[in-house]
């Protein structure tokens, strides 16, 4: 049995050694490390999930046409986009070209989830910097806020979708906002030129960056930052003159038109802006939000001036989001592209955490101090969103993502006996095992789509139908295609002259030579 004085003698040996341990993880050689290492942990972690989503065939709505832009490249712009605008040259994302062009040496869907969880993970590093550095705040303060970051269900969204730009630009503006501050000015320049590159509308961030520079002393840095963005904008929209969508859409236009609307929607916030204010006000707004700023338990609101330049790509974002569900049909509303757009604002939604818990601590000699009940409050919060809202929560069993079933298999088989020259109109399930090729035209993910009329138009422009009736509504997981409704449209298309090849697991392949 332990005598008292032995209990006194453990307790200063455990305080001691935590000390050291505190002293340790405060030094400057384990800020150089600790960053990425867990930039690193979390890149695996986010590269893991993408690899066993792309594996069961579920990569996204948006999947399909980069896989299709990436072939365009590779055949000198050769076919038609599938969603009628290409996803790189509609919305200005230059950035978007070299990786493009590598895919004809790396597999274009490997290339993509690289590229977008690297982006995400390699954010951590000047999250960490900032909170490290600039607020001063202590090493456990950083670990949560990196692990709330990491929590984030909005970037875990954005992650398991297809490929977005976008989110490139997410560590380029943390870091830019980092060598602004330290009037590291070549490298800042070079990273607002990234930001720039990754699409038009991410120029009215760029803007509102510089304006928070100027109220930081950084005037004239600020002053050329904020007239670059919005002139890049500005020009964008009357170059590329950007249209809302106006009608029904398929999931692969739903991916396009969320690309394209922010921009699009640009001229309206200021030439209706009690109309743009009355759709901010909306439930569905206040809900997005809720989304983005509840797990961080509403804490960047303590830090208003640096949470401004998150505000135009949030503003855009929940504009353009509430215009594409006005057309959007039933079984097509996904919020992963949603979640991609509001990336770039993430980097100062976490800039304002971070300078927030500064404001709260409390300062010592060298570091401040935050109260470890916000801090285990903060995590809290973060982990109970990430469980309840996350699509890799849990909840949803990521770890028998990979798997394939049976259909799977059907849609592989009936893909393989498609020609490379073969212009296909395809079911979205599918759409991305044949978007490789110059024509692809994605059918309606619902049987009520699918009329005699739009049946023979489809029918007069393609040579292949891949017909997929396994499709379930993206919010309710609800089967789309009742009973005897798949026979119904295959009787159509065989009364326009094709002929069914292939039939296995609700899956059918049609052709006009039936061979």
Sequence with gaps: ??????????????NRLVLRMQGGLDGDHADRILPWLMA???????????????RAHDGGSGLAPWLQAAWRRRHDMAGTPVAGVDPATGTWSVVSEPILWLTRYVP????????????IALAVVPLWRLARNEARLRVAAGVVIVAAFALAPTLHRANLSAFHPEVIALPALLWAYLHGRRDHHKRYWVLILLVLACRADLGLTVAAMGVLLMSIGKRRTGALTAAGGLAWSIVAVIALRPKAPARGLTPAGEFVARAVTPLAEFPRVFAHPIISARELLAEPSVLFLV???SPLL???????????????????????DQAVQRVAQRGVNSLSPAAAHIAPAMAFVFIALVFALERVGEPSVTRVNVDKRVLIALLAGASLLFVTEAPSSPYRQPWRWGSR???????????????DDDAVAVSPQSSA??????????LPPRPDGLTATRVARIAGIVDVVLLDTTG???RTDQALWPAGQGQRVVSLLEADGFAVTYHSEGIYLLDRSGG
């Design 433 to 442: 095992l044949v978007a490789e090729r110059a024509h692809l035209v994605e």
């Design 1 to 14: 049995m332990t005598t008292p004085a032995g209990g006194v003698h453990l307790r200063r040996r455990w």
């Design 298 to 320: 509403f804490l960047p609101l303590v830090a208003p001036r640096k949470l401004l330049p998150a505000l135009p790509g949030l503003t855009l974002a929940m504009i353009a």
């Design 40 to 54: 690193t942990g979390l890149f695996i972690v986010l590269l893991a999930l993408d690899a066993a989503v792309l």
């Design 108 to 119: 274009a869907e490997a290339l993509f989830a690289s590229i977008q969880a690297a982006a």
């Design 472 to 474: 379930t509504d993206p």
């Design 291 to 293: 989304v983005v700023l």
């Design 405 to 419: 079933d049976a259909t799977d298999g059907a849609r592989e088989a009936a893909a393989r006996r498609v020609g």
